[in-house]
């Protein structure tokens, strides 16, 4: 469990460089984690991401969910990458499962409602990034979203109020 746990560790020191390729070789082979935590899955999924390895990073994500199925995280990372491959359907089935786990979790509303927004429900779209906006502390990229989608649905005074906000919202904006 110590070597494990320095594993651990040192994943974690190559990420924060975005040594992706060294988080991988820290870890080892999927196989040699089973079971043990999903942290050490979460960074496997994260280095294969950052090597723009959606693919990948989706089966690491659901080796962690094997060994944590409640960590709304491990959800929204599953659901990205299956939206990065263009499975919007089970994209959508993992946003929704980690909102059964933390249903004001912005940053899955926020992804749930882009994909609602791609298989053209605008209005269930609009009401994600609005709960999105409600969740999150710094919703910048909810709003812009939410203006995205009044603008499609010809709502252009309200995409434009949406986008106002969000750029209020970024820090040190000055609207002037």
């Known amino acids: 469990m110590i070597q ?5 560790v040192e994943a974690r020191l190559a990420a924060a460089r975005s040594n992706w390729p060294g988080v991988l070789e820290v870890l080892g ?4 984690l089973s079971g043990v935590d999903e942290q050490a899955h979460l960074l496997e999924a994260r280095a294969h ?7 990948k990073a989706a089966v690491a994500y659901a080796a962690g969910l094997a060994i944590h199925p409640h ?3 491990l959800w ?4 990205n990458a299956q939206r990065r491959t263009a499975q919007l359907a089970a994209a959508e089935e993992s946003f929704r499962n980690g909102l ?3 249903p004001r979790d912005g940053r899955i509303l926020n992804n749930l409602g882009s994909v609602r927004a791609a298989l053209g429900d605008l209005e269930q779209a609009t009401d994600f990034f609005r709960r999105a906006i409600d969740a999150e502390a710094t919703p910048v990229d909810a709003f812009g979203n939410l203006s995205t989608a009044y603008r499609r649905s010809g ?3 309200e ?3 949406a986008a106002t906000l969000g750029l209020a919202e970024r820090e040190g904006a000055d609207l002037r």
């Not at 494990?4 to 651990?8: A, L, P």
């Open 4 to 8: 494990f746990d320095s594993r651990v």
């Open 29 to 32: 082979t999927t196989s040699a």
């Open 49 to 55: 991401e950052g090597m723009d390895q959606p693919e």
């Open 71 to 73: 960590s709304p995280g």
């Open 76 to 79: 929204l990372g599953l659901g």
């Open 100 to 102: 059964k786990y933390d």
């Open 155 to 157: 709502r252009l005074d």
């Open 159 to 161: 995409a434009v109020e």
